[in-house]
Every structure is written in C-alpha cells, then in structure tokens.
C-alpha cells in the first residue's frame, strides 16, 4: 500500500526554466574560514612559555 500520492504541478515554461536556471548555478562560499597550519601549535607553545606566572600568596599571612 503506498502512502504517497502523485501530485501533477502546474507551471508556465517560464517558471519551469526559471527553476531549471537556479538548480544549475553553482554554490556560493559560504565562508573564508581559516585552515589550519601546523606552525601555530609551535607559536602557541611558545606563548605559553613566555607568559608570566600567576602571583603567589605571601607565606607570612
């Protein structure tokens, strides 16, 4: 038994290639996005290791 039914659309030939034009254009970049580089995890080591340290409590309080 099937569940669907056919439907007969109606469309004038100028609609029909309208559509026929949209479904053929090629996509757009949706964004530049950065790739990834191997040499920033050597930047961001370095950074780490230059950072400074956090300050330590005095011990005589």
């Known amino acids: 038994m099937l569940a669907q039914e056919t439907v007969r659309l109606v469309a004038t030939p100028a609609e ?16 530049g996005a950065p790739l990834p580089s191997p040499e920033a995890g050597g930047l961001l080591l370095l950074q780490l290791l230059l950072s400074p340290k956090e300050p330590r409590e005095p011990k005589g309080k």
Not at 16 to 31: D, N, T, Y
């Open 16 to 31: 029909v290639s309208a559509i026929g034009s949209l479904m053929v254009e090629p996509e757009a970049v949706v964004s």
